[in-house]
């Protein structure tokens, strides 16, 4: 049975897997690239950067497996950002992204932020989560952050 449910703190090696292995998929680049590239140090302190930050960590798992991720995080008070949203192939296209990104959206809402606002790295690799976030009500913006993504989306809620 799939479920979506909030991470717990020995999931966060599975977690990084997924991670690992999407980014592989889509920029076929190895591991330690990956690495250097994103530090996941954010899953290292789950606590400090999601829950006791007014925000959420949430898994899909399948047979007790993780295969996916998504999270919420506090930018300020008015604004929060839609991160870690990773799906391993399996489990894209069934409507699960949808469920569970709605899922943090409500959150969002319950925790009185006023809009919701994300990045990604590559509109032509990664057009399956863009057109997914633009279902949800996402349109694009201008940069908000200094990572090295280069799309930017906000919803207001």
């Not at 899909?60 to 008070?77: H, P, Q, T, W």
């Not at 870690?84 to 943090?104: E, H, I, P, V």
Request: hydrophobic share 40%; glycine share 6%; charged share 30%.
């Amino acid at each position: 049975m799939i479920e979506i449910k909030p991470i717990e703190l020995d999931q966060v090696e599975e977690v990084q897997q997924v991670i690992v292995a999407v980014c592989h998929e889509i920029w076929q680049l190895p591991e330690e690239v990956i690495r250097r590239y994103d530090a996941m140090s954010d899953l290292d302190n789950l606590r400090s950067h999601y829950f006791d930050n007014n925000g959420t960590f949430l898994v899909l798992i399948d047979e007790g497996r993780v295969v996916g991720s998504g999270a919420i995080r506090r930018l300020n008070n008015d604004i929060c950002e839609l991160k870690r949203m990773w799906f391993l192939k399996a489990y894209r296209g069934r409507g699960l992204g949808t469920k569970m990104a709605q899922m943090l959206l409500d959150f969002a809402t319950k925790k009185g932020y006023k809009k919701v606002r994300l990045d990604t790295t590559d509109e032509q690799k990664q057009a399956q989560a863009i057109q997914l976030y633009q279902r949800l009500g996402f349109y694009f913006i201008e940069r908000y952050n200094d990572s090295s993504c280069t799309r930017f989306m906000e919803k207001i809620l």
